[in-house]
């Protein structure tokens, strides 16, 4: 970890330092109100633990009912209507749209509902089929089935993040990989086969006997554990595989969905491109996203401070520097943090040479303003503030638990938001 | 711009960088209410008020002093718990058992020369408006709603159009995990806590017949040791959720119910979670609340900067799960906040609910809250929690339907509650049509 404006010397060999030992890299930048901190990864990071919120976790398979969970649900309903007020009322909401599913599916033509239109006639045929003649006037675990007819009823389908991870790219050969990219082969063979992911096997609570609820619970349990074993079966029989723990497998079934990857293009091709082309193709992205962000009410981009912040950086130590040169003949030691007081004017032309046509926009002219106000100090709340968050990202990474960010931070404390930006 | 001239009040060379953000006008500074010259001088002497000494206060305190207020005021009640030392950073070891308020003002005073902080062990309730009046800034770092629902309704209260000191600006500050938010209210321009409170839902009671007969989740026998068994076998008199002793007992009898059931998953930390409601504290995401609340305190004590609040966003909300990620937006005013709006506030009902259900509805909705009600109309006395011969007396009605009571649709009814002494409640009553 280092914090701007840094003497290039410094820079430099740190950067080698970090190369060598494949060590990830956080630079911080803290003047006045604005803020940035930058993690540099050693290559592609995937994390598995990414600790989704629970209700995006539900995975019930209502579409692809395997075996064991259709029998068991038929069983529970194959007289529904004789079912006494009690047991009708405790039937839980994953049988009850799998009863009215196969119901549905009869009148047509054995086609589960697709589309939003669908779903909401589904709906309505969950909400008529509740009893209504009982004490309450209702029953809470039809209401809880009707509730979930929209999110539950959805086919299988591959993640955005996990396919990132099937269609990465590995620089290394396969006998180098770790555990995570040899269980991630094996997982995308298993989703190739059977075209779904391994069930994740939790069930969330519903209105249910206590002893049904279980059975059910144990037949999602059962099901997740073939999945596992099936994926722990791909991994043994490659390459490398017998060192992989079993445990790391189950945590990469549980939370396949949810698996993400941060810095993928650091692999391959993305070392071609340059970090100042990178920046110049950034500042067009964000500034065109600007010209149209009043009319889709989305906030203006950060970028503008994270220009006016590096470009006051780089002129700060590169003063630093020349002070430094001529001032280590006299014994003088130089203190590169207070390079300080860089004009706005100054700050712009350092903009102009990187992206050119920038130091014209207003946001980035206003932006060099305020950095040129801060005379290269910080402020001790928005100190703290970067402190905290390169803190926690630390602890993400090093715990490879949640999802740090990828990979610029930005804190505007003027306007008191954040933005990540990938530069 | 930048060429304007620093205005340092004391110590130039230890507040230069604070003195020139502070004292010069940068390009986001309203020049209207910007005056570089006096604002060193006026932080220094500006009375502030920070409510809590715990996880956030400790952070808030430090800030304070480190951005240049020098008379700082401090309420906690509690005292430190070796629970605390994670991330509560201004206390040690020996100080375990000591008020917090009281060793965090001696350490920030210590540490940070100049500075005089002033605490008070005791509650908030325990102080009257004479006393709120004295601050010109009150900042919180609070885990519990209902205290600040308590100060919001006191400033609120203390607003008077002709005394232009009677606007107390509140900042509060909360964190749960890598979650939090920060906010700016002031009080009667902008919404107010009490217009936000549905942003605060309370976690959804799990039904008394699911914890009595039908457990499915560990949660629910553990709640049922917790409501249940304890009443029914009172091992001890009174259950002390510190003392391992009580929770031991609590985890045992959820175990057994567990097994009965076979219900995997009750242990001894899921269940002292499930008693003590706990909510993890993480010591950076404090760190990111706490300044992000001490930034708008200096914004608004110097205008060298446009805060939360005026004019627009007034809310920041921060999440640390999934990368980085702030909304910050503008909550509006609610006509029928029933502390800072007048309106009466729709309530839905059902004309063959009892007194009861209404009431515990109170408690539930979102937009309530309200555990301890006492219920009237505008010529009728429902029900009283105090004093106990009039809570004997409107006992009864409580098993009544509110058809019976004589209540119909758009019957408005006042609700007061000891937890918010000087708020009046105003519902209006709406009935599900049949």
Redesign the interface.
Known sequence: MYTHPILPENLSAIEAYAQRHKTPLVAIHSS??YSYFQINLPGAFPIVD??P?ETATTDLRLLSPWPELTAFAAELTKDIDGLDDVEHG?LPYVVILLHYLERWKAAHDGKYPATYKEKTEFRKMVQAAARTDNPEGGEENFEEAAAAVLKTLVPPSLPSGLREVFEYKHPEPVEQRSGFWLIADAVKQFYEKHQCLPLPGKLP???????V??QLQNIYKAKARSDAAEILQIVQASPGGERVDPAEVDLFCKNAAFVKLINATGGEGDASISRADRLRSAAAREFANDETAALTLS?LSLLPVYLALQAAGTRAAAAAEAVNHVGSSAGHSSNSSSGG?I??DEILATIAAQVPGAEKNERV??AA??V???????????A??T???V???V??IVTKQ?????NT?VFD??????Q?LRL | ??SANVHPASEPARW???D??RT?????TDASTFNGSVVARAMETMKVLVIGAGGLGC?ILK?LA??GFKDIHVIDMDTIDISNLNRQFLFRQEDVGKSKAEVAARFVEKRVRGVRITPYNCKIQDFDEDFYMQFQLVICGLDSIEARRWINATLVGLVDENIEDSYKPLIDGGTEG?KGQ?RVIFPTVTSCIECQLDMHAPRAAVPLC?LAS????PEHCIEWAHVIAWDQEKPFPQLDKDDPEHINWLYQKALDRARE???PGVTYSLTQGVVKNIIPA???????I???C???A??IASNC??S?GLPD?NY?M?S?????????FRHERKDDCPVCGGQARDLPADAAWTLRELLDSLAARPEAQLRQPSVRTATKTLYMQLPPSLEEQTRPNLDKTLAELGLDHGQEIVVTDPAFATVIFMFKLKFKSR
């Open positions: 006045g109100f990414t600790h919120d405790h609570d519903m209105k249910a006997q206590s002893k609820y279980i906030p007081a004009s706005a002219v206003q303003g305020e040129a106000r801060a005379a290269g100090g910080e402020l001790h709340n928005v703290a503030l402190g905290g968050m803190a926690q990202e602890i993400k949640y999802i740090p960010i990828d931070c404390g003027i306007a008191s938001r954040c990540v | 711009m930048a230069k960088y604070l020139s953000v010069r006008p940068g390009p986001f952070e800030n480190l951005s890598f920060a699911t039908i457990p499915r989740q059931f076979n219900i993480i010591a950076s995401t404090n760190s990111v706490a300044a992000a001490c930034n708008e200096l914004k900067a446009p939360l966003a920041m921060y640390g799960n999934d990368g980085i990620y702030t909304y910050t």
